[in-house]
């Protein structure tokens, strides 16, 4: 079905009732958007906002209508009502702030973000102490640059970098666990650096795990996708 509008769906890797709404979508032939808040560290606070302070998974909504988790979806259903909001999203865009799932939450594509980043001669060579980095810049940098080159408020130029850190674009030049900050801290596009060892760009820009978290983080990739692809039956989605 195509809509104009946009369903997004708060879920939780492990929910049992998040993959059930989803599989709620599926069978309406509804296009949605999901948000994984086990993979996305800046959804919780985007839901419990958007919800007005729940925080239980799924939280489900139609453009900016908050429709609730999956038994509120069913009473939707049940009295008719889910007609309504779905015709309402035949014709109705959704706000600036309603999420996107290939772009940021301003509608600028991150790949193009980048893309402008390098032909505006954003990235440098920039020294802290002793070391030179080449192909950086710093926080303050670029959200100077998104909010008065490409039109982003400072909220969402904040949210822009903060999606680039996540999405694994960009990563702080030292502390590879380091957040985006407006400050003057340095960061770096991810596979930029030049070591001297042949092929070490991307593992030298890779944290370091212990085979704990190594573990841990293949486990819950595999749950994610266990839930994403493999229905409660056992069957294949």
């Known amino acids: 079905m195509e809509l104009k509008g946009q369903i997004v769906v708060?879920?939780?890797?492990?929910?049992?009732e998040s993959v059930t709404t989803l599989t709620k979508f599926e069978s309406?032939?509804?296009?949605?958007?999901?948000?994984?808040?086990?993979?996305?560290?800046?959804?919780?606070?985007?839901?419990?906002?958007r919800s007005g302070g729940e925080e239980s998974?799924?939280?489900?909504?139609?453009?900016?209508?908050?429709?609730?988790d999956y038994n509120n979806l069913i009473e939707l259903e049940t009295s008719g009502q889910l007609d309504a909001?779905?015709?309402?999203?035949?014709?109705?865009?959704?706000?600036?702030?309603?999420?996107?799932?290939?772009?940021?939450?301003t509608g600028l594509s991150l790949e193009e973000v980048l893309s402008d980043m390098m032909s505006a001669g954003l990235l440098s060579s920039n020294r802290t102490f002793l070391t030179q980095h080449s192909n950086s810049f710093s926080g303050r940098q670029l959200v100077?640059?998104?909010?008065q080159q490409k039109g982003q408020c400072y909220e969402d130029a904040l949210h822009?970098?903060?999606?680039?850190?996540?999405?694994?674009?960009?990563?702080?030049?030292?502390?590879?666990?380091?957040?985006f900050t407006d400050s003057a801290q340095l960061y770096k596009l991810v596979g930029t650096a030049h070591p001297s060892a042949l092929n070490t760009g991307l593992y030298s820009a890779a944290p370091h795990m212990t085979g704990v978290e190594i573990g841990e983080a293949l486990r819950k990739s595999i749950t994610a996708?266990?839930?994403?692809?493999?229905?409660?039956?056992?069957?294949?989605?």
Do not use: A
């Open 28 to 49: 309406l032939l509804l296009p949605y958007t999901e948000v994984n808040l086990t993979e996305d560290s800046n959804g919780w606070d985007e839901m419990v906002r």
């Open 10 to 16: 708060y879920t939780q890797t492990g929910c049992k």
């Open 160 to 179: 822009t970098g903060s999606e680039m850190i996540h999405q694994g674009f960009i990563l702080h030049v030292s502390d590879h666990t380091h957040p």
């Open 144 to 147: 100077e640059w998104l909010t």
């Open 225 to 237: 996708l266990f839930g994403k692809h493999v229905r409660e039956d056992g069957e294949l989605r």
């Open 85 to 105: 909001l779905i015709e309402m999203l035949k014709n109705e865009s959704p706000p600036s702030s309603v999420r996107n799932s290939e772009t940021d939450n």
């Open 57 to 68: 998974t799924p939280q489900v909504f139609f453009n900016n209508q908050h429709v609730g």
